[in-house]
């Protein structure tokens, strides 16, 4: 099983050489190795629809709900931070993107602006990853007119400390072309909607996958346009968002995302099939 795929550090001269007799890409990369040396990618019908089998050098293994599964033994926070111990305002509409900040060009940072524009108590809650990146987002939001005290960063903490803080936000804001993957998890995990717009790619159709597996298919968009659309109506409801986060505790609770026992059984079955 290979999660290295193309990402930094990883060594695939080690897979090339083919030290099992079966060779799977799975979660570290999301998309095809384009190697012949890698027989299965691991997926679901959403983030790889049949239509883009082409596109993949590996044959396609379809689990079922999400190709994604998360630990769940991960035990929450003992205390929940108020909004106020964060350095974020209590009474705004909190938006949040806690992402790498390598995933937000000009066109989604567009999108986000123009929402902070339209929505006027809110605030954008974004990873701080260091100070330049914080000096220039913030220097971008004021050249499109909004105020960069409104763009707040949270600096890392660890995991049990920042599911806890997360659930704080309202509405999770996603990236493209390259969505919030483990992030969407961790927000999804904290009891947070996440908006998402679902571009070609795996790396683009990730965070739809957990959405749909989550039961938050209506959190998924086709364009940028609609995207933005969702979010004004998403912020002009705050009734809506809380039906949305008490929908989404009931359904993790019920669901596979955070079953692995359940995926565990339903990757034994597809491998005993394939290697039957």
Same mark, same amino acid.
């Given at each position: ?201 795996? #790396?683009?159709?990730? !965070? $739809?996958?957990?959405?749909?597996? =989550?039961? %938050?298919?209506?959190?998924?968009? @086709?364009? *940028?346009? &609609?995207?933005?659309?969702? #979010?004004?109506?998403? !912020? $002009?409801?705050?009734?809506?968002? =809380?039906? %949305?986060?008490?929908?989404?505790? @009931?359904? *993790?609770? &019920? ?22």
């Amino acid at each position: 099983m290979d999660l290295g795929g193309h990402t930094l550090d990883a060594r695939p001269g080690i897979v090339a050489r083919r030290p099992a007799p079966i060779q799977v890409n799975w979660l570290g990369y999301p998309g095809t190795s384009g190697s012949t040396a890698i027989d299965y990618l691991l997926a679901d019908r959403f983030v790889v629809p049949p239509e883009h089998r082409q596109a993949y050098s590996e044959q396609l293994v379809y689990l079922p709900g999400s190709f994604w599964v998360s630990d769940s033994r991960i035990a929450p926070a003992a205390a929940v931070p108020s909004r106020e111990d964060l350095g974020l305002p209590g009474d705004a509409l909190l938006f949040c993107c806690l992402n790498h900040s390598y995933k937000i060009n000009p066109q989604m940072f567009d999108v986000w602006m123009r929402v902070l524009r339209q929505i006027e108590r809110s605030v954008l809650w974004l990873l701080a990853t260091n100070h330049e990146v914080e000096v220039r987002l913030r220097q971008q939001a004021e050249r499109r007119g909004v105020s960069p005290a409104r763009i707040v960063f949270a600096p890392r903490l660890a995991l049990s400390a920042h599911l806890a803080r997360h659930s704080r936000a309202d509405l999770f804001l996603d990236t493209l072309p390259f969505n919030a993957i483990t992030t969407t998890s961790s927000a999804l995990r904290a009891g947070v909607p996440v908006l998402t717009c679902a571009g070609r790619s795996f #790396a683009a159709r990730a !965070a $739809g996958s957990l959405l749909h597996a =989550a039961g %938050l298919s209506s959190l998924v968009t @086709d364009d *940028l346009a &609609a995207y933005e659309r969702k #979010a004004l109506e998403l !912020a $002009g409801d705050p009734a809506r968002i =809380a039906a %949305l986060r008490r929908a989404l505790g @009931d359904r *993790l609770r &019920a669901g596979p995302l955070f079953d692995a026992a359940r995926f565990r059984r339903a990757f034994g079955v597809l491998s005993r099939q394939r290697t039957g």
